[in-house]
């Protein structure tokens, strides 16, 4: 037990109440109070009518009345004779302030405030209510949603009593009413089967564990309204015995249809907040107590609960379960890493920092040299971090940077490097990688098409690699001559692990890039959806920006016919294409500036988009780079290692649906070499990635020894245009098309499947 933390606010609160002022006058009248004591089905509930707490009841919770009040849980908003203590959370290292509350509902009655001005979210802060209720074991805590009787849901607090003062808790304690819904090594979650609908009591032997729980849960939760930035939740947390529990009241109303009810004889002013839901009503009208029976209040419960469908939908989301993948992070000579919760391995628990290295073509950690190693952890929250990652390879915003990731660590040798693998739930992957490669501000529409197609990505590529795997036939993705080099660059360079977490598969940076509940609701909402194309899933792919008309699959990568990758104007038009395969066309269309749903320049848009780093480029959907010709013949050598001497020409030589270059020809006074396809000639012609191969080239000036002084690329989209238009789709979410509609319309002859 803290005694300090207990000590201190008990002394705080003799002290406040020992000023007379307000605190003290109600919790003076707290004895007083007239009740009603009520057995529902045997359930004991209490009503109290308590005149003090009126404006908790009627508190206006509107936006323009919180915007236009001072915050009475800011220091400017207090009076002269409230007090405060500090406490710093162990959890995240934030200061909270205990303060008497001045309305109580019980006595010692405490409300806790984050020390800086945050509105009412518990998103990021569960662990410290459960921190706090471990320091005070003799306290109950409690925590009342935006729209679940939070007088003040512009500020983050919680709040505190003597444990055992509400009939719910005090059940739950005794283990009585449970029905076991889910276990795992952080826990369990059951049904609390009194009074309310939608009700589950969280229990865990660790602090880690029961923040894992409550965020497992909170994810399988709808938003009732889209304005609202989390589930409609009552909270309820103590500690006992070692072990950390909570109730949770999942809700679908914020107040029942009686507090606003013409007929002041069926008017009750009761606005349920985590007391009733716990089994304690209050009112602050002697009209609402007298009105108030065991059977009213029961419905009034009951109506604004979570019915017995959505718990059920809950629940079946929160039992699901989802493969392993195993993502290649990156490689080194050396990498070093921490475990942030305990990891094992080989029989041995490891924690804090180590460092791997290869010797003798084998890992070398910790004194011993392994053909491989794994680290894993049973723990839900496991978490270990990656000092150093590159992210951005040979892209202009390329940086390195630590990342924290969840599930399970593997390294390997290859080509003489540690190569650091994570092995993660395939749905967990996800909600990174639509953080990472989107904005989690985008549309939800927009980010559930993503999903969708990241998913369907995901397991592709890992059917292909099966398939690779079993075939007797090498594969290879180059062929070379003198005059020629075709080489393409796809998810089948791996053969270690099933995708990597850069570019050049999908990004991923693990817990790294935040997300929000918007994302974790699309993982959710999308579980296990994919598209097929005759009853195979499709090997979905994306880019940023097409340009103005898809490209198909051959003219990126291997001679493979994708049917539901088909070139389209991205438009809903019904204009027809024009052969982008001949040169003409291509330089007519790329030097236009035609109707496409990417055609835009609406910030709010492209932000929905582009992480900060990618905001860097806005130019995307007609672009210029030019190049003297120094800087051209350098920049060749340098990302081809082949010295072409004097640049004299870059030649088209064969374009695909989209008017992106597949075959270009570079010229030069030493040498010439066709080379191919989009993303080698990107990759040559920049000292990074060209925006896309869907160029002209201009050339001005002639040098001494008849070279061309510059070189002027003027191109259109970013990436290689195949499948969907990150732009686009961006734009067509905004317009009000469903995110099956966006797909189809990029997915040719596509549909969307549950395949788990």
Known sequence: MDFSLKESIESMFSRELAFHGRAFINHQALSGMKVKEFDIDGYPARLLYNPAREASVMADVSEETIRNRQCFLCEEGLSPEQLGTVWRSP?????????????????????????????????????????????????????????????????????????????????????????????????????????????????????????TLFSRLMSCAEIVDS?????????????????????????????????????????????????????????????????LTADKLTSIIEEVSLNKISSQIMEQKLKRTQAELAVGIFSEEKIEFSFITPYGAGGKIYKGNYKASVKDGKVLFDGTLHNSITFSSNEENARFKLKDVTIGVNFHWERKEDQVFAGNLKLIVEKGRVTAINLIGIEDYLISVISSEMSATSSKQLLKAHAVISRSWT???????????????????????????????????????????????????????ASTQAVREVIEETWGEVLTYDGKI??????????????????????????????????????????????????????????????????????????????????????????????????????????????????????????????LKIVGSKRSRTIGKELEIRRTLSPSHLYSSAFVVEKEGVTASGAPVSF?????????????????????????????????????????????
């Open 91 to 211: 959890a995240s290292q934030e200061d909270y302030i205990f303060r008497v509350n001045p309305f109580p509902i019980f006595n010692l009655h405490f409300t806790i405030s984050l020390s800086y001005h945050k509105r009412q979210q518990i998103e990021g802060h569960f662990a410290d209510m459960a921190a706090i209720a471990h320091a005070l074991p003799d306290y109950t805590l409690f925590y009342n949603g935006p729209m679940c009787g939070a007088s003040a849901p512009d500020h983050l607090h919680f709040q505190a009593v003597p444990a055992g003062n509400m009939p719910s808790e005090v059940i739950a304690r005794r283990g009585e009413h449970l029905k076991p819904v889910y276990s795992c090594i952080s826990g369990s979650i059951s049904r609390f089967c009194v009074w309310s609908g939608g009700s589950y009591l969280l229990q865990s032997k660790s602090l880690s564990g029961i923040d």
């Open 227 to 291: 304005t609202e930035w989390e589930p409609r939740v009552n909270i309820i947390s103590w500690w006992e015995a070692g072990t950390y529990s909570t109730l949770i009241f999942f809700r679908r109303e914020s107040r029942p249809a009686c507090f606003s009810a013409e007929d002041p004889h069926e008017r009750i002013l009761i606005s349920p907040a985590s007391v009733e839901m716990g089994g304690v009503a209050i009112v602050s009208s002697r009209e609402s107590f007298n009105l």
């Open 459 to 513: 397991l592709a590529q890992i059917v292909k690699n099966k398939e690779i795997t079993a075939s007797s036939q090498e594969y290879s993705a180059c062929t070379e001559t003198e005059e020629e080099l075709i080489k393409w660059y796809d998810r089948e360079d791996h053969t270690n692990f099933d995708v990597c977490a850069d570019d050049h598969c999908q990004r991923y940076q693990g817990l790294t890039r």
């Open 538 to 663: 499709c090997d979905a792919r994306f880019s940023k920006c097409c340009g103005g008309v898809f490209e198909e699959f051959p003219y990126c990568w291997e001679d493979k016919d994708m049917p539901y990758l088909r070139k389209q104007l991205d438009n809903k038009s019904g204009v027809p294409i024009p052969d982008l395969t001949i040169e003409e066309n291509a330089r007519e269309w790329i030097y236009s500036s035609p109707e496409a749903f990417c055609n835009t320049t609406d910030r709010r848009i492209l932000s929905q988009v582009l992480n900060t780093y990618d905001q860097e480029t806005l130019n995307f959907f007609r672009w210029k780079e030019k190049y003297s010709q120094k800087e051209l013949s350098d920049l060749i050598k340098s990302r081809s290692g082949v010295d072409y001497g004097e640049i004299l020409d870059l030649i088209p030589i064969a374009r695909g649906t989209s008017g992106r270059l597949w075959k």
């Open 712 to 756: 002027t690329l003027i191109g259109a989209g970013w990436g290689h245009g195949v499948g969907l238009c990150q732009i686009g789709a961006a734009v067509m979410g905004d317009l009000g098309y469903d995110y099956r509609e966006i797909l189809l319309h990029y997915f040719n002859g596509s549909s969307v499947d549950k395949q788990y």
